[in-house]
């Protein structure tokens, strides 16, 4: 056999390796031809590690089919249980618009229609013109799924929901509401359940 034949070999495990080490990752962000409307995959290189959805070591003393979002970390965390959690990346409310405490998922919708708040509207006039509502689709704010927040069986107002601006991830930039890539929300909106309980972090503990 040729030293160049021989190194080939050698190599080809330590290339395998890392396809195994990268691929259940990526395919958490392939293409999903089957939605209202399709998603493209997200090339895995684009998300930075920490952001990508990943299964993770997480004790709480909440329990399985919690939601928690960690404000100051820019991470939400689905409570497996036995120590367990889905760990996503999310974006969050800017200084003073963030929600904090406790609160429950009243409502879940695909493909969510947006409707700007009145305090949205008084602070940005632009939104005005959205008082009657954005269909979804892909340029609607609330992205491919929205989770609705309430406590006492009011709406909040603030929401999970995906997003059209994927590099918000990671970032306190919203309104309030707890952004997510579409990818992820998708994956948390088929785990979590109506009345299902939300704990918001504001600080570090």
Known sequence: MSISRRG???????????????YPEQRNYAALPGEAFPLSS???????PELRRTEVDYVSPYEAGTVVVDTPARRAYYILGNGRAIRYGVGVGRAG???SGNAYVGRKAEWPTWTPTANMQRREPRYRALAGGMPGGPN???????MYLYRGGNDTHFRIHGTNQPDSIGHAMSSGCIRMMNHDVID???RVQIGAKVVVIQASA
């Open 97 to 99: 618009l963030a929600l």
């Open 188 to 190: 948390l909106f088929q």
């Open 140 to 146: 609607n704010p609330l992205g491919a799924r929205a």
């Open 8 to 22: 080939l070999l050698v190599g080809l495990p330590l290339l395998l390796a890392g396809c195994a080490s990268t």
């Open 42 to 48: 997200v090339p895995i290189d684009r998300i930075k």
